[in-house]
């Protein structure tokens, strides 16, 4: 589905007159060939008027075929359904008019990007349509590319007025990453789903073999037993089954704060690279991946942020429900600190609750406990990038330690009380050895292995 790109103010166009001027080498060639042609008239040279006479000539074809209108440039942007875009391809295509140019010259630049420089042919028709695509670390609202063009007439003889297409702010959803089953909660909920309960029911696992009685279906009858413990008919057996059910998932963003792996930068005055994961980034990409997954397997999923009570998203399942769901993560900004609870915010019960936190201060891990505490099975993400401390003083050194050592004690907290923790790596991330840095797919499918370790104990029962 192609949109049009979002308005902005058009930039003062120069009047037909300024647009096109002679270039530097078409007035040096003009200026050299009218001094020789000079001097041999005024010499009597014929060879040297001879020799003065081609750039002349050049120069006046070149200006007679030169640019002649206005130049313009128009963007089209290839927007999904709900105005977004994919942050593992972004893409613009740029239409340039400039009717008797010969080349264009330009420039596409993104921050964070080096930019890419190119001198292109134009088309007959004087157009020219210039694709431009890249993949992004980072997701959610951000600029596109900023488009720097020059024409330049035939044989270099004209050059038009420098134009600039300024960057489009667009918003890029987060990569949704393909993983394994999912850990289930403590109990399941509902008369039917995706999942084997351990109550009675139809569509589930094999219960028992029992004998007939009133309000039985007959089609339950297991022949093969009646006739085996049964021979005469006296006494019909029939199968009974485990009920189905579904979970509900709540994942819980924290969007306080959005920091980069370099700590040098947490205070704010340094920006963080773009073309680095930041905490937030993470935490979309785990939120958007885990809701995909859920919803892949007919489950319910809702999303909470701590940072801001106003955006909650019910339970739901479906395409449509994912959409939006996506639509909410994309557009998740750092909120700042948020006003300390006195209590953690309710949620339906018998849930699963994903929580997806830096944990560099108590309140993430606060709420965590109580939930953990009134019974609900609560996994704790941890979305803080892996730290780069080159460059850092001893001071701010030493400062990390400590926010890391208070950080450490939270989590080992939150292990004692029964919440399950581990770290998410992002996609394409480079992480150095150490405890918490195996690929999220792995951790999952450890959490998922004990959901069905003991049955009648463990989640999903």
Do not use: C
Request: charged share 25%.
């Amino acid at each position: 589905m192609t949109a049009d790109p979002p308005a902005r103010e058009p930039a003062p166009e120069p009047g037909p007159d300024a647009t096109w001027r002679p270039s530097t080498s078409f007035v040096a060639g003009a200026v050299a060939g009218i001094v020789l042609l000079a001097i041999g008239v005024f010499a009597g040279r014929p060879d040297v008027a001879l020799l003065g006479a081609g750039p002349v000539l050049a120069a006046a074809w070149s200006a007679r075929r030169g640019g002649t209108g206005e130049v313009s440039a128009t963007e089209s942007l290839e927007l999904d359904k709900n105005g977004t875009m994919s942050a593992d391809r972004l893409t613009a295509v740029y239409r340039v008019v400039a009717p008797g140019a010969g080349h264009l010259r330009l420039q596409v630049s993104r921050f964070g990007s080096s930019a890419v420089e190119a001198l292109v042919a134009m088309d007959d028709d004087g157009t020219r349509t210039i694709t431009a695509s890249t993949a992004s670390a980072r997701n959610g609202s951000q600029s596109l590319f900023t488009l720097d063009h020059v024409a330049v007439g035939p044989a270099g003889s004209t050059v038009a007025e420098p134009r600039r297409l300024a960057a489009t702010q667009i918003v890029a959803l987060p990569r949704a990453r393909r993983l394994p089953p999912l850990p289930l909660p403590f109990r399941l909920r509902g008369l039917t789903g995706a999942h084997a309960s351990r109550r009675p029911g139809d569509g589930g696992d094999l219960r028992d073999v029992h004998q007939f009685q009133p309000g039985d279906r007959l089609k339950r009858i297991d022949w093969r037993v009646t006739a085996k413990r049964s021979p005469q008919l006296d006494e019909l057996y029939v199968r009974r089954d485990f009920a189905l059910a579904d979970s509900v998932v709540v994942i819980v963003l924290d969007s306080r704060d959005d920091i980069g792996p370099d700590a040098a930068t947490w205070s704010g005055a340094v920006p963080v690279r773009p073309d680095e994961h930041t905490s937030l980034d993470i935490a979309r990409e785990a939120a958007a991946s885990l809701a995909k997954a859920i919803i892949d397997t007919g489950d319910r999923v809702a999303l909470r942020d701590l940072a801001d009570a106003r955006r909650p998203l019910e339970p739901g399942t479906g395409r449509r429900h994912l959409d939006r769901l996506l639509w909410h993560l994309a557009t998740t900004s750092p909120r700042g600190a948020a006003p300390e609870r006195v209590r953690a915010p309710q949620l339906p019960s018998g849930a699963l609750v994903v929580l997806l936190s830096t944990f560099l201060d108590p309140q993430a891990a606060l709420v965590a406990s109580q939930w953990r505490r009134v019974g609900h099975r609560v996994v704790a993400i941890d979305t803080l990038p892996p730290l780069r401390t080159n460059g850092l003083t001893a001071r701010e050194r030493l400062a990390v330690r400590l926010v890391t050592i208070e950080r450490t004690d939270r989590l080992v907290e939150l292990a004692g009380l029964g919440v399950e923790t581990f770290a998410w790596v992002p996609s394409a991330a480079v992480v150095g050895p150490g405890v918490g840095n195996r690929e999220p797919e792995v951790e999952l499918m450890r959490l998922a292995y004990r959901s069905h370790g003991q049955p009648g104990k463990q989640a999903g029962r």
